[in-house]
């Protein structure tokens, strides 16, 4: 019922930034919650923000707290992550997801739709 497709990833040095793009098919883009993963390589998958359908709560990991912003435009049906002062350790495939909004919030999840990931690498 949702396609999401990332976009935006790619190299950049250490202290860099990106900004990733999630496009969601569909028209009830608005009453999903979305979050932003992230998956190194022999690690498991992480939160790295997240954002209510209503858009009046955020979350951030704290490893990205102040750094990154997870921001939404609901007339183009896309999130965005913007990433800044980016580390070599936050290289990984970064992941979309929404998830049906619920009456209660969990950033965390679970989620019921997921892109196909963008690799973002982060030089030193």
């Known amino acids: 019922q949702v396609q999401l497709v990332e976009s935006g990833g790619g190299l950049v040095q250490a202290g860099g930034s990106l900004r990733l793009s999630c496009a969601a098919s569909?028209?009830?883009?608005?009453?999903?919650?979305m979050g932003w993963f992230r998956q190194a390589p022999g690690k498991e998958r992480e939160l790295v923000a997240a954002m209510r359908w209503s858009g009046g709560t955020t979350y951030y990991a704290d490893s990205v707290k102040g750094r990154f912003t997870i921001s939404r435009d609901y007339a183009k049906n896309t999130v965005y992550l913007q990433m800044n002062s980016l580390k070599p350790e936050e290289t990984a495939v970064y992941y979309c997801?929404?998830?049906?909004?619920?009456?209660?919030?969990?950033?965390?999840?679970?989620?019921?739709?997921w892109g196909q990931g963008t690799q973002v690498t982060v030089s030193s």
């Open positions: 569909g028209r009830t883009f608005s009453m999903y919650d």
């Open positions: 997801a929404a998830k049906y909004l619920r009456e209660s919030y969990y950033p965390g999840g679970p989620y019921d739709y």
